[in-house]
């Protein structure tokens, strides 16, 4: 199935968790700060939270900035 | 430096800037973008002193791996979170919430900007989103482009301070808008941070001379030769207009006026002759 990441169209397996999803595209997740659709998904939440065709995900984090 | 510790025989009395009820002795404020790498951050975060510094958030880049900023930002530290990139009140609210959720605390430095050449804060937008962070409990610091009746906007919302530019954003040109911060310090009753625009130390100690409570820069530093030394720079610049301003400066004049008295000069005859 096809979702939207960080703006790019990515084919990902069905039932993916977004757990799954930032484990394989962050380095680093520690600091990953995650939205579904718009809606802030927190951590703890991350592996219950099953991906549908056409979600949108974005994954943020802290950047140097003024 | 310590400004008691300026002369042994000179106490100087300054009072702690305090936001929202936290309270801080350094009144320079450091950005964290566009150093062009980790160490001459983490060297100025140290020179300067700093207890403040801002960072902002951003996607993710999923191609290649990026540095922890937290890792070059010491610990007491307070963590201030822009909302650089949000067009409007509601997208400031959302990474305010995004902030607060990913346990970055709750300090928020609203910027909302949808002008692309002239970088200025959208202060309608800004009101619009203190008013609204401030009801859920954040420190809701709003960047805008001074106006009193905005700022009056802003106490009335909640903010915490009000932080006007100096000048365009980036731009190194100092307290162009002078005048217009000099009415938002004598009449609005809420810490005045000089935000935007500094480049040279001077005019970061010009903004604390005229009753700035603080000054944050980030560009003129991340962007300088040797970023740390300017951060120092910046720092001492800072606490010398902070003490101008206390000692209660003197009155400009148009015209000269001697530093040395008028009378009593040597090799002066006195030509009128003396009758007994």
Redesign the interface.
Known sequence: MQIL????KKEIPNNTQLKEIIEQ????T????A?VN?D?V?RHLWEECLIHPGDTI????????? | MNPSTLTTSLTIQDEPLIIAGKSFTNRFLLGTGKFKNKKDLAESIEASGAEIVTVALRRIDLERHEDNILEYIPKNVTLLVNTSGARNAKEAVRIAHLVREAGYGNWIKIEVINDSKYLLPDNAETIKATEILSKENFVVLPYIYPDLYVARELVKAGAATVMPLGSFIGSNQGLKAKEFIQVLIDEIDLPIIVDAGIGFPSQAAEAMEIGADAVLANTAVATAGRPALLAKAFAMAIQAGRLGYLSKLPVKKDLASPSSPLTGFLYENDNTIERR
């Open positions: 990441l960080n703006g790019k595209f962050c380095r680093n520690k600091r990953v700060i939205e718009g802030i927190k974005e994954l943020v984090n802290l950047v140097g900035g003024g």
